[in-house]
């Protein structure tokens, strides 16, 4: 049976009915907006093993998790970085999204650091050489880069990893506490194949395939 749907809010949902709700934001909120990457996004960037890259289409919206070793989002100048597309699971929803809707949106995200990244911008795919060739892990390469025109750019605050405790042990999980990844497939989807097989399958992909 599907779920009820909560009942339609009365207040709150216009531009102007929210920011009476919230009021207006600090004046240095309004003016950290930057439109090129300065020192601090630059080292930032370069110290960065993993973002969220949210793309959008006419089918709806979709974030996903990128990462690498520090500094694998390459900055080419002020206003362009490249991130390498390496091997997921080929269901290429960003790639989908960004083939016809270039807009995007990156979080950036420290280890240790509650303070996060956020840029916005536009995207290309390119799958020339001379772009693959920024990357080579064991002689492996991508098979396509992003290359991210910057609109925006802007240092945001640390209350919500801060609330999260992300990087605090306290909120970290006993693994045990929640079924394999094999095994929640299995509970989720029609297949064939048993939970031991897709658990053993996804360990040698992460083991063989991350490049």
């Not at 080292?43 to 974030?63: K, M, N, Q, Y």
């Not at 002020?78 to 997921?88: E, N, S």
């Not at 609109?151 to 919500?160: N, T």
Request: net charge neutral.
């Amino acid at each position: 049976m599907e779920s009820a749907k909560p009942e339609a809010v009365e207040n709150g949902t216009s531009q102007a009915a929210l920011r009476e709700l919230y009021g207006q934001p600090m004046e240095r909120a309004r003016l950290k907006t930057l439109r090129r990457l300065d020192e601090h996004c630059r080292s930032f960037i370069a110290r960065s093993p993993f973002l969220c890259l949210g793309t959008g289409s006419a089918e709806g919206a979709d974030v996903t998790p990128r990462g690498d070793s520090p500094g694998f989002v390459q900055v080419l100048n002020d206003v362009t970085l490249a991130v390498p597309d390496w091997p997921g699971n080929n269901r290429l929803d960003s790639l989908s999204n960004i083939a016809s809707n270039p807009q995007v949106a990156l979080l950036f995200l420290v280890p240790g650091m509650d303070e996060t990244l956020r840029v916005n911008g536009t995207a290309e795919i390119t799958t020339n050489p001379e772009m693959l060739a920024l990357w080579n892990v064991n002689g492996k390469r991508p098979k396509s880069v992003l290359v991210i025109t910057v609109r925006e750019a802007f240092l945001h605050c640390g209350k919500a990893l801060i609330r999260a405790r992300l990087w605090r042990e306290d909120y970290k999980i006993d693994r045990s506490e929640l079924p394999p990844y094999g095994q929640m497939l299995k509970d989720q989807i029609e297949i064939c194949d048993t939970a031991e097989q897709i658990q053993a399958s996804v360990l040698e992909a992460y083991a063989k395939k991350l490049y």
